[in-house]
């Protein structure tokens, strides 16, 4: 089974802490994942990665960067956090076609 | 824009009884659809995955079905019970690579 962890499943942090989440899959897939998931907004993607040292902005990158030094491991950072990235963070990974995601269990990140 | 829209939002259902989720997209060009689960506080679990080039897919008493012309897809669970209760949610991945969320559909299975 394909196993994705993530560092922390809670987090207070605050405001202008520099933050870091990690995410670690198990299963030597290229593709990772970093989505906030937010009431009433649903699933965003914030940065993927197809391959080590790879990264691509999504669809809200503002605010953060990520690193992807080795295969397994995928990291978001949050320069200097604020209150409106309070959300809960998912890491998802995938193999090339057909592509299935794979979810780790989120991190619920309040910054206060 | 690829839209994905799943409705209705929330459902009650007694247990026992058969029922059907509702997904809908506005881009018909799309690689794959995936369907998961997600229990309160915790992350997604993968339920299927149907290919473009499919037409529906299984698992226990589960049954995903694609209709890309119509840009709609259904899962159906059967026998409902009160351990189904969850947010399920679709995703489309376009031709693009880009992977687009409905918002969920929170089902409850009345005991």
């Known amino acids: 089974d394909v196993k994705v962890t993530q560092s922390s499943r809670y987090l207070v942090k605050r405001t202008g802490e520099k933050v870091f989440l990690e995410c670690v899959q198990d299963m030597d897939h290229e593709n990772m994942f970093w989505y906030r998931q937010d009431p009433g907004l649903g699933l965003r993607l914030i940065y993927f990665?197809?391959?080590?040292?790879?990264?691509e902005k999504g669809d809200i990158p503002e605010g953060y960067s990520v690193s992807r030094e080795k295969k397994e491991r995928f990291s978001l950072i949050l320069e200097s956090a604020s209150t409106n990235q309070t959300s809960m963070y998912l890491c998802?990974?995938?193999?090339?076609?057909?592509?299935?995601?794979?979810f780790g269990p989120g991190t619920r990140l309040t910054v206060t | 824009k690829q839209e994905v829209t799943q409705i209705p939002a929330a459902l009650s259902v007694p247990e026992g009884e058969n029922l059907v989720l509702n997904c809908s997209f506005t881009?018909?060009?799309?690689?794959?659809l995936q369907w998961f689960r997600q229990d309160p506080g915790k992350g997604l679990t993968s339920l299927l995955l149907?290919?473009?080039?499919?037409r529906e897919q299984t698992s226990g008493r589960l049954n995903a079905s694609l209709d890309k012309s119509s840009g709609r897809s259904t899962l159906y669970i059967a026998a409902s019970q009160p351990g189904d209760s969850a947010t399920y949610l679709c995703?489309?991945?376009?031709?693009?690579?880009?992977?687009?969320f409905g918002k969920g559909t929170r089902l409850h299975i009345l005991p």
């Open positions: 990665s197809y391959d080590v040292k790879m990264k």
């Open positions: 149907i290919q473009s080039s499919q």
């Open positions: 995703a489309v991945r376009g031709r693009d690579d880009k992977i687009i």
């Open positions: 881009d018909s060009a799309i690689y794959n």
């Open positions: 998802a990974s995938s193999l090339e076609p057909p592509y299935e995601q794979y």
